[in-house]
């Protein structure tokens, strides 16, 4: 359970900086969140953990101070949740950045670590990586739409049925941005 105490931050912009340890407690949220149903990258649960591990290698091998990084959440010393923040380098979009596999341990929901995440990144994409907007992708049909809207994020479109979860259960992709920083 987690602490009353305002939950810390750790941000990781080198696989060099990722430990075993730190591996396997985000392997660990990333299963969990997904096998609970959360859209956090896998659509399908239950998850199978060497395709979690394999798609946070991806993730680990392409950290870089301007394009990409993990920003991690910790309660009492642990992992409570955590996304991934990128940037593409060309000039023609490089002054905005995408959040992705924004997730939080389910124990510890509803008890504002999800926001402070979202806070964060926010500061750390406007203060550190010098971008001027955010976008990201939410599934609709779950509530992230009105999670997003109380941290400022408008909806600009939607991608109707863009996501089959199973026969007769199509999904909007909801596009939706934050700007300016």
Known sequence: MISSNVPGFTQIV???KITGELKQALVDCWTEVSNAGGAAGFPFPPVDVAEVIAALDRIIEDLAPTTSRLLITLADDTVAGWLNIRRDPHPLITHW???????TRL?????????ALMR??????RDEMGLEQLHLAAR???GLEGFYGRLGWKEIGRWPGALRLATGDDRDEVLMVLSPL
């Not at 950045?97 to 997730?103: D, S």
């Not at 124990?107 to 926001?115: D, T």
């Not at 964060?120 to 994409?125: C, D, G, L």
């Open 14 to 16: 080198s696989p060099h």
């Open 97 to 103: 950045g995408t959040l992705h596999h924004v997730q």
């Open 107 to 115: 124990s510890i929901r509803g008890q504002g670590v999800g926001a």
């Open 120 to 125: 964060r990144a926010h500061e750390v994409a």
């Open 140 to 142: 609709g049909g779950v």
